[in-house]
């Protein structure tokens, strides 16, 4: 998405070799009209899919599963973090170890709203690790719904992630791909060139 990355180049900054900072217009105060372009994006790429249900994670995830969620006519669902270790019998529940925060969590999806009739659409901000999104898997696994795929906003293509969720055979779709980054340079995977090579032209 161009304008996805054009904003990232104009606004990101980047932190270390791993953090990019995009909170003047993604993640802390967003741009609303963006955020709603992206959910339109989503929905073509997974609109012939018969999409049930976006999940999420709570904090950043939200206004993009949203987004989403209002362009596909899908209610969202977004997990919720805790630390404590409390386990109910109301909710699926799964471990995540936040590899930027180097703390241990836990993330909870109510069952009322989750289960074997559902078809899952996974939108995040970031795809990193994939910590945060595999135990999303975890617990989508146990409500007995189906996932259908993951959509990301931005991948950080040099970090594990991409790979952990493609290994459990989940088809995934970042909107901007970040092959590498260092300060003032910023290194995108030409997605229409990727499409151009796979169709053979
Ligand atoms: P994971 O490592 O599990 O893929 O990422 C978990 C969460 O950490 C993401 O959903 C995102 O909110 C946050 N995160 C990961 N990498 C970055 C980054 O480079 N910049 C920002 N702003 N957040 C990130």
């Known amino acids: ?19 990019l900072k995009v909170d003047s217009f ?6 609303t009209e ?7 994006e989503f929905a073509a790429i997974f609109g012939d899919q ?18 989403a969620g209002i362009a596909l006519g899908v209610p969202f669902i977004y997990a919720k973090k805790n630390k404590a270790v409390t386990l109910s019998e109301a909710v699926y529940s799964a471990p995540v170890h936040s590899f930027t925060r180097q703390e241990d969590y836990r993330i909870s999806i ?27 898997c975890e617990i989508i696994a146990e409500s007995g719904a189906e996932l259908l795929g993951v959509g990301c906003v931005i991948e950080k293509s040099f970090q594990e992630g991409r790979g952990l969720l493609e290994q459990r055979g989940v088809p995934v779709h970042a909107l901007a791909r970040i092959a590498s980054m260092s300060p003032g340079e910023i ?3 030409d997605q229409e060139e990727l499409i151009k090579e796979s169709a053979g032209c």
Do not use: C, W
């Not at 249900?53 to 950043?60: F, G, Y």
């Not at 109510?110 to 999303?136: C, H, N, Q, W």
């Open 1 to 19: 998405m161009k304008v996805l990355e054009e904003r990232i180049r104009q606004e990101g900054l980047i932190l270390s070799g791993t953090v």
């Open 187 to 189: 290194h995108f995977i």
């Open 110 to 136: 109510s069952r009322k709203y989750l289960g074997p009739e559902d078809k899952v659409l996974i939108i995040d901000d970031f795809l990193a690790t994939g910590a945060a999104l595999v135990g999303l």
């Open 26 to 31: 993604l993640n802390h105060q967003v741009d």
């Open 34 to 40: 963006l955020a709603l372009q992206i959910g339109q």
């Open 50 to 67: 018969p999409v049930t249900k976006v999940l999420t994670v709570e904090a950043s995830g939200i206004q993009f599963a949203m987004a």
